[in-house]
């Protein structure tokens, strides 16, 4: 027989004392007592310890404090557990609804005084915003109930517990529970009270619930409002002001639809609130009410009759340090980084947020995608059996889930769709889920990503298809099924909207390809965007053992299973940097579209409902990224959907240099989310004449030669390069390898075979199995031309141990027109299998006392960029440390390259070092370049930027090609068109002295 315990631990009900129905998060005047701060805390290592610690006589005094809210495994510098990261698996095991013995369990106490005037309350509610995982509640020495949920509220009577004056609050909380088994988010297991908890007085004739539902329709808002108050009989009154509405019911029961006149619709994009109240004589509640209506019109998803695009993130709650603790001021900061980036919507993976968040989306201006507190993601091990989500046993714990969900967050206008959750298989309780959605909202629809066959929801969700999968979702008529779907089912899917809930993997350096997903929305009405999988990454700050700070991720607190870096994969760091992905996300989507046409250029507004009234659009010309003009462009008011062909000004042109024409669209005011003048859009135009480049002389008759020669500011002895510019240098030599990116080292399960340009694309392990990463070089020969020592010729094969497999490297120094011009000829040997991370070559520069510590550059920048990572980079003039042109990944990998590089300058403490100007070769193609402290092969072999050795030596390495970047740590690999294949190259560089 179980104990009583155990049975209450894997009782997988969603508790008992928990009033219900739920109801919305409101803001109301009542009066109200946050139990928020300092508590006292013991935690066990077991969920069996005595419970005599509700009682009101227990003393306390020997526990520590904690505050609440908070995560206990992040307090206490380790003394209270440690965090564990698993992305699929379950950190205990397999049992459900049992969970281990061994089950970490906090006891939290806190004494609070009764205001006196809380004496002629009706009833005294205690609320739970977000516990972690089961929780149990006493007051007074009194058990009140109990909960499982953990990103949910529960609020307790408690009115015949408390009492005038001081009172006992005491909450056991339980790591783990059968609540754990649908709580498998792909995030860190961090227990706890982590959200708010209050004590609130409910007034006599107070209002228990709101929904105000506003619709828009043909210019006019109407309110269908749903009122519950804690007695019928007393009037209700509702407010709008700035509408003219008043209106006044007898009572609750009595309340009908009311016409707000006319009014400016909500959207994201212009995100009109009203505020409005709702209120009785004993209590007033303050909502903000946007008008919009969300409909399903065939295929399409639109909101106030228009198509919607989503060009949105998945979202976790994450800081390094308070975990899921919610701090407004760095949510504001949050997500009005993400307007500033044309972030527009927001997928609450995977359950629903800190409810002032929505408040945020409602008023900066968001798309929403709330998702219920639910995946059983680590059943897919088992394939599905004994899933959670087809077991009758855990109905009413799915359904007490979504009502939850839904009743809390009904009133917000940015919500326009609902999630059931996320990767929980399929089954009756899901189906039971949306039809009680169904019910009880019949306009917003519902999503789940995993009904594939689209049996109980209304639009049709995939994670990481392919470009070319995405295609075939978007196109009528294919004769080809969709993934898991009969031909029928194929049929019913593609007459829905369809929204990619996760698609470009932004884990590390990547993703590549957003472009061609974005094409695809603009050419397929039924694609209406989608998701990136993450907004940022969720590492927790830790100290290394030499006492360096780093971001910490899963493995480093020593669990028993975790999933390694697979939480590092936002556009954001963990210490809000952005990535070069998030660049390149703002560009590719960016709602201004200019195509140019001789002397016009056509403007076009992708915004869903705003026009473009609030932009000020500006001009710049630059010869070799130096500015020689700028103005204003006078672009006449475009609408949401519509373009607009303007002429543009004279360009003077350069006429042995290159001419840039750029286009910005700024804020013309500030918003709530940017400065004015703010850059929205960009777009830039070659206006260069052709300009021939140098031809290559060949010269014949060399001669074996050996011994020391200087070629302008080149120093050789036998043929090595030891010095440019009179600072000891090392090279040229053959690098194809790359630190691997966190796509580059993983599996290619799942990735269709269309995508794959030759076997192996982006695969680590080929690379090190070839050899890539430990190249050794045999020089063949070393030549100088017949008669003037104008030039040095040198030979090598390049290849790797226990592989016959090589590369000959031809490197020709020589002097042309008075400067020294390297150009370096690379020849792949038959036989090579795989794609190439690189075709480059690397130069070593000591310190020498005064490091190579930074680079002036002519090409494009200023973020890194790579083949399918392309949109954000604009060509200019561009300066940075050695430092910042790295990306600090939380494992260290590739970054730092620049493409389409013309000229290049090294330098000292500011001191100009070396001037390199790459010439591109006969098919147009330029190099590019990466300047770094560390080589290829030393990030590779790091877990953690701390890890890395000391340097003494600046690395620059001259790509004439990078590999592109890809999904594929979690999506499709690299497209065949930006696949590196082993092939020959030519790098052009000429080489002056600072």
């Keep these: 027989m179980p104990s009583e315990l155990s049975a209450y631990v894997s009782d997988p009900t969603p ?21 928020n701060g300092a508590w006292r805390f013991r935690l066990s290592p077991t969920a069996s310890v005595a419970q005599d610690f509700a009682a009101e006589e227990f003393d306390d005094h020997a526990w520590e404090s904690i505050p609440v809210p908070s995560h206990w495994v992040l307090e206490g510098d380790g003394a209270h557990g440690r965090p564990i990261y698993t992305n ?27 205001p006196a005037d809380w004496s002629d309350a009706e009833r005294i509610v205690l609320r739970f915003d977000g516990v972690e995982s089961l929780f149990r509640v006493w007051v007074n020495g009194v058990d009140i109930g109990s909960a499982g949920g953990s990103r949910l509220a529960h609020e307790f009577d408690v009115t015949r517990a408390v009492r005038p004056g001081d009172n006992v609050v005491a909450v056991r909380v339980h790591q783990w529970s059968a609540a754990s088994y649908v709580e498998d988010q792909d995030q860190w ?32 808002g109407r309110v269908e409002a749903e009122i519950t108050a804690e007695a019928s009989a007393f009037p209700v009154t509702l407010r709008i002001p700035e509408l003219g509405v008043e209106q006044v019911w007898a009572t609750a029961a009595d309340v009908a639809p009311v016409d707000a006149g006319e009014v400016e619709p909500w959207s994201a994009e212009r995100p009109r609130l009203y505020d409005a109240t709702v209120s009785t004589a004993a209590e007033s509640i303050a909502l903000r009410v946007g008008f919009r209506t969300v409909e399903i019109r065939g295929d399409r998803f639109l909101v106030n009759g228009r198509r919607v695009v989503f060009h949105g993130v998945n979202r976790h709650e994450a800081h390094p340090v308070r975990g899921r603790v919610f701090d407004e001021e760095h949510a504001r900061e949050d997500l009005a980084r993400m307007k500033r980036f044309n972030v527009n919507a927001i997928r609450t993976s995977h359950y629903p947020p800190h409810p002032r968040l929505l408040d945020l989306a409602d008023e900066l201006g968001f798309w929403v995608v709330l998702e219920c507190d639910l995946e059983t993601h680590g059943f897919e091990k088992l394939g599905w059996v004994g899933n959670p989500s087809d077991d009758p046993a855990w109905r009413e714990a799915y359904l007490d889930r979504i009502r939850r969900t839904v009743e809390r967050d009904k009133n917000h206008p940015s919500i326009v769709i609902w999630s059931l959750g996320n990767e929980s298989g399929t089954g009756s309780n899901l189906a039971a889920m949306s039809a009680w959605v169904h019910a009880r909202d019949a306009e917003r629809p519902v999503h789940y990503e995993g009904d594939y066959t689209g049996e109980y929801t209304d639009v049709y969700s995939r994670m990481y298809a392919s470009v070319p999968e995405t295609e075939r979702i978007g196109t009528d008529g294919t004769d080809t099924p969709l993934l898991n779907c009969t031909p029928a089912q194929s049929t019913r899917q593609r007459a829905k909207p369809f929204l990619l809930c996760e698609y470009a993997h932004a884990m590390g350096n990547g993703p590549g390809a957003l472009d061609q997903y974005e094409a695809l929305v603009h050419e397929h009405p039924r694609l209406h965007g989608g998701f990136v999988w993450e907004w940022r990454d969720h590492g927790i700050l830790a100290t290394a053992p030499d006492g360096t700070a780093y971001q910490a991720y899963g493995g480093d607190f020593g669990e028993v299973v975790h999933d390694g870096n697979f939480v590092m994969d936002g556009m954001l760091l963990s210490d809000d940097v952005p990535t070069p992905s998030l660049y390149e996300f703002k560009a590719v989507v960016q709602p201004v579209r200019f195509v140019f046409d001789g002397d016009k250029v056509a403007v076009t507004n992708l915004r869903h409902s705003a026009d473009t009234s609030d932009l000020r659009f500006r001009w710049r010309v630059e010869h070799d990224g130096t500015p020689v003009d700028a103005g204003d462009l006078e672009v006449p008011v475009v609408a949401a959907g519509e373009s607009g062909r303007v002429s543009l000004p004279p360009v003077p042109v350069a006429p042995e240099g290159e001419t840039w024409l750029t286009i910005d669209a700024v804020l013309a005011t500030a918003a709530p989310w940017a400065p004015q003048g703010h850059v929205v859009a960009t777009v830039q135009s070659d206006r260069s004449p052709h300009i021939p480049v140098p031809a290559v002389r060949h010269r014949t008759g060399w001669r074996p030669d050996t011994g020391t020669l200087t070629l302008g500011a080149a120093e050789f002895v036998d043929g090595r390069l030891v010095s440019l510019a009179g600072r000891a240098v090392t090279g040229p030599r053959l690098e194809l390898f790359r630190a691997p990116t966190d796509n580059d080292e993983s599996p290619s399960d799942g990735v269709e075979e269309s995508d794959a340009s030759v076997p192996g694309v982006s695969n680590a392990e080929l690379w090190r199995r070839d050899g890539l990463d430990r190249l050794t070089a045999r020089r063949v020969s070393v030549e100088l031309p017949h008669g003037k020592a104008d030039a040095l010729r040198t030979l090598d094969k390049v290849s790797a141990a226990n592989s016959a497999l090589f590369v000959m490297v031809e490197s020709v120094w020589s002097l042309e027109a008075g400067e020294l ?138 790509d004439a090609a990078q590999h592109g970047l890809g999904s594929r740590s979690c999506g499709p690999d690299v497209r065949p068109e930006f696949a590196l294949r082993p092939e020959a190259r030519t790098i052009r560089l000429r080489i002056t002295a600072g």
């Excluded at 508790?15 to 139990?35: M, Q, V």
């Excluded at 049992?98 to 009764?114: C, I, K, M, Q, S």
């Design 15 to 35: 508790g008992r004392g928990a009033l219900r129905p739920a109801r919305s998060w409101l803001h109301s005047d009542a009066p109200s007592l946050s139990l």
């Design 88 to 114: 699929i698996q379950f950190p205990f095991p397999i049992d459900p609804p049992h969970v281990p013995d061994e089950n970490p369990t906090g006891d939290y106490r806190r004494h609070f005084a009764l």
């Design 189 to 220: 297991w961090l227990p706890g009270i982590f959200r708010d908890v209050t004590l609130t007085a409910r007034p006599l004739g107070g209002i228990e619930d709101v929904w105000l539902r506003t619709g828009f329709h043909d210019g006019r």
């Design 821 to 958: 011009e390297l150009r370096v000829e690379i020849e792949p040997s038959r036989g090579w299998s795989t794609v190439w991370p690189r075709i480059g070559i690397r130069f070593d520069l000591p310190d020498g006392g005064a490091p190579v510590d930074g680079a002036e550059w002519f090409g494009l920048g200023p973020s890194e960029s790579y083949p399918d990572s392309l949109r954000a980079a604009r060509t200019g003039r561009f300066s940075s440390g050695i430092d910042d042109l790295s990306v600090d990944y939380a494992r260290p990998q590739e970054t730092g390259h620049r493409s389409g590089l013309r000229r290049l300058t090294l330098t000292s403490t500011g001191a100009k070092v070396f001037r390199v100007e790459a010439l591109p070769d006969t098919h147009g193609r330029r190099p590019g370049f990466t300047l770094s402290r560390h080589t290829p092969q030393e990030l590779a072999r790091a877990g953690h930027p701390y890890e890395l050795p000391a340097s003494t030596t600046s690395r620059l390495t001259i």
